[in-house]
Every structure is written in C-alpha cells, then in structure tokens.
C-alpha cells in the first residue's frame, strides 16, 4: 500500500502507540499462507502505521487471486487485523477500496515467538496521498479533486448506510494508485454506531479530526464520533487536494484563497465549519459535489410586516438603521439566519467572505436551510427600502 523508500513515520492512526524498533520480517524471507496456499517472497520494509508494518513482497508461482506484486501488512496484534480482513471482505471488488486478497496468521519460527497476522494487499504504485502531494508540490485541478474525492466518498457512503464510522480519513490512509485513481484503505479502527448519537471517540488523528473533538479529549471528556465528523476529514482532505498540501490542516480561514470554483470553496467550508452545519453523510456529500449550486436570486414579498428577517453584506447605510426601519415596519430582527427566518435581506458582498461572492457565512446557512425545506425570501437592498420605506 506504500511506496517503495516511504518515509517511516510515528503511528497516529488512533491507537495510541508507536512505532517498535526492529522488523517483523526480513527481505528475502519467504512466507506461506495457510488460507490459501500462496507464497510470498518478502522484497524490503515500506513503512509503519498504527496497524503494524508493511512490506513489498512477490508472490510465487501462479494464481487468479493474487497479483505478482502485493504488499504484505503484519502485526502482532489481532484486533486490527480482523478488522481490515473483515472489511476486506465487506468491500471485495469495490473500485475504490484497497483490496485484501489474502488474509492469515503466521507462526514465528523463533522460540517464543507468538504469532504473526498478515495481510496481502494492494501494492499502490504512487504511494500515500500525503507523499504524492509532497513529491508533485502543487494542487489538482478542481474536476480531477471533485470525481477522485467523490469515489472515496462511495466507499464511505457504502460504510455509513451500515451505521459503520471510519474515524481515520487522513491523507495517509487514502492511495494514489494507476493514472492518479484514489483508494481508501486501513480499516483498522472502523465501528459500529447503535445509534445516530454515534460513539465514543477514545483516539483521535490530530491532523484531521474536527478540533472540537481534539479539545475535548484534551479535556478529558470523551465526546461522541459521528458520521458528519467523517465528512469532516473528508472535507480536508479535499482542501488538501486542491491546496497541493497535506502536511497541514485547512482551516475555514483557508478557504476562501483556495484555487477553485466558490461553489467548491463553499463545500469544503461546510465540512470544516460548524458541526451542525455539517453534511450529515458521505451521500449528502455526493449530492453536492454532483449538483450544480442553485442561483441566490431576489424573491418578491408584499410587507415586511410579521417577517423574521436579517441582514448579510455590507448596506448602503449602517446596520443598526436598517435595523430600526425593519422593526418600524413590523418586521422581527434576527441577528442570523435560522429556522424561524423568513426573509434575508443581502447588500453587497464582503470581499472576505468565507467562500467567494455567495459564500457568506449567512448566505451559506440561508441555503442550507433551503435544502432541508425552509422557505425563505431573498431580497436585495432596494427592495428592502421600498418595502420599509427610507426615512
């Protein structure tokens, strides 16, 4: 799943633990699977995760199952290992899953050397997200990033409908395989949520998990994992993409210098802002990439009596007057937009909105609740004014 020379790194994939000294297995070592019969000649060490080491190895002799080059994942730990098997298995053939071809426990020759849990998986010839972006120095292009970050998304959206949490999306765990194809692997912490609350989150990556789940480990609390805090690190990985970097994370004050179409800018601030304002799922996800962004075009209103309204933008007279005016005229201020919100009135965009010309913080959230069904009326300033009446 590693390049060949991959740098070695600290384990961060969650469990806490890192990396041992020494190899678990030697180049030049053959190994026997005793599932399938298939042998093994171990080429050199790759790398070290959280599940233990990997090393690029050729099968030998002949098989249908088993390409000639795989890499082989071993540890001394079972736990993770019955997992990757396991979702191996669940996402067989799936075109963006890493594939586990083989899986199976190895007995050390040494005295007391216990047991060895193996996998044979997918060699990906460019290596890990983070090293390819490290090697090329600069970003994809907005339509390559949307379709590749989409079809890591189909494995996770696959996950989510069976109540199942990946909980470790980070640009170490996604794969750059033939002619730039992404492929989601380690599987290793994966759960079962019994509920939409989600579950206890332990572990955590700090690279990409949402940094109201780090302060609160930091904290000593134990805050519950969801699916949108998948979303979450999907959405950074998606910023990673387009920025050309994934040695840090993108923060929502990023967002709006990066590379791309406002439509994009406003999908990755969704994921990365606010957690209830978040994509609920890996499919609500695909939606919006999928589906062109909808025009924020004026409505028609006859009174501003009895409206919840509020204002974005900057207006041709200060706030706190257009304020006075709203309520002369039997309008309810709100500072925000939310549910209660009927009408939004927008001036002229601030050149430092979050997400380009319609990505104000209000204008986002105004289409938001759009999409769960919220009627709500978009006026522009002169339509304010003769509704309200300048004084």
Known sequence: ?????????????????????????????????????????????????????????TRLGSSTAVPETVCIKASERIDGWLREAYFGQLLNAHPRAICVYDAFPLAQPAEGGGILYCLALEYAAHGDLSSFLYRAARGWPEITARREIAGILQVLGKLHRGQLLHRDLTPL??????????????????????????????????????????????????????????????????????????????????????QCSDHLKEIVYRCIGERRKRYESADEMIE????????????????????????????????????????????????????????????????LQAAGRDGGLKLMELKRLREKGHRITLLNETQFWKLAGRR
């Open 173 to 258: 765990n996604v794969f750059v395989c033939d002619k730039r194809r992404l492929k989601l692997g380690d599987f290793g912490i994966v759960r079962q949520q019994s509920d939409r609350r989600g579950i206890t989150a332990r572990t955590l990556n700090t690279l990409t998990a949402p940094t109201e789940l780090v302060s609160d480990i930091l904290a000593g609390a134990a805050p519950k994992w969801q699916a949108r805090d998948d979303v979450y690190q999907v959405g950074q990985l998606l910023g990673m993409l387009i920025k050309g970097d994934a040695s840090t994370r993108i923060r929502t004050d990023d967002v709006r210098r990066l």
């Open 1 to 57: 799943m590693l390049r060949p020379n991959a740098t070695t790194r600290t384990a961060t994939a969650g469990h806490g633990r890192s990396v041992r000294s020494g190899h678990l297995l030697a180049p030049g070592q053959t190994i026997v699977s005793p599932e399938s019969g298939v042998h093994y000649r171990i080429e050199r060490w790759l790398g070290e995760g959280g599940f233990g080491q990997v090393f690029l190895a």
């Open 288 to 351: 919006a990439l999928n589906t062109p962004p909808a025009r924020l075009g004026s409505g028609v209103l006859r009174t501003l009596k009895g409206v919840h309204v509020t204002f974005t933008g900057i207006l041709s007279v200060k706030r706190r007057d257009a304020v006075r005016a709203a309520r002369r005229a039997g309008a309810i201020v709100h500072s925000g937009p939310s549910t209660r919100t009927t009408v939004v009135v927008r001036g002229r965009p601030n050149p």
